[in-house]
């Protein structure tokens, strides 16, 4: 059974750090490309980042970009999420999705995790 878990969040002051873990189970992570989502309440869903199965290219939204970075580990099934400088604005539930096109479309997922909160807040 195709399975995602994420885990990692919580709550933190802003200018704090989490790293996120997205752990897969009855599939190669080798050949798919991972997405990073978030929804925040009353907001859409949002891409945030993604990292290509084939050469690990990776892509962030403007919003997070310089502070977040993903990385994969396939022999570990492993996807994560190092978030640093957080701010209130990041706080919502954080997804991870597996799909064959590295994309923020969150149409091209097919396989999504059950999410994780984060909460950024003094």
């Given at each position: 059974?195709?399975?995602?878990?994420?885990?990692?969040?919580?709550?933190?002051?802003?200018?704090?750090?989490?790293?996120?873990?997205?752990?897969?189970?009855?599939?190669?992570?080798?050949?798919?490309?991972?997405?990073?989502?978030?929804?925040?309440?009353?907001?859409?869903?949002?891409?945030?980042?993604?990292?290509?199965?084939?050469?690990?290219?990776?892509?962030?939204v403007d919003s997070v970009k310089g502070r977040f970075t993903i990385s994969r580990?396939?022999?570990?099934?492993?996807?994560?999420?190092?978030?640093?400088?957080?701010?209130?604005?990041?706080?919502?539930?954080?997804?991870?999705?597996?799909?064959?096109?590295?994309?923020?479309?969150?149409?091209?997922?097919?396989?999504?995790?059950?999410?994780?909160?984060?909460?950024?807040?003094?």
């Amino acid at each position: 059974q195709l399975q995602l878990v994420e885990s990692g969040g919580g709550l933190v002051q802003p200018g704090g750090s989490l790293r996120l873990s997205c752990a897969a189970s009855g599939f190669t992570l080798d050949y798919v490309a991972i997405g990073w989502f978030r929804q925040a309440p009353g907001k859409e869903r949002e891409g945030v980042s993604c990292i290509s199965s084939s050469d690990g290219r990776t892509y962030y939204v403007d919003s997070v970009k310089g502070r977040f970075t993903i990385s994969r580990d396939n022999a570990k099934k492993m996807v994560y999420l190092q978030m640093n400088s957080l701010k209130p604005e990041d706080t919502a539930v954080y997804y991870c999705a597996a799909g064959d096109y590295a994309t923020i479309n969150a149409d091209s997922y097919a396989y999504w995790g059950q999410g994780t909160q984060v909460t950024v807040s003094s």
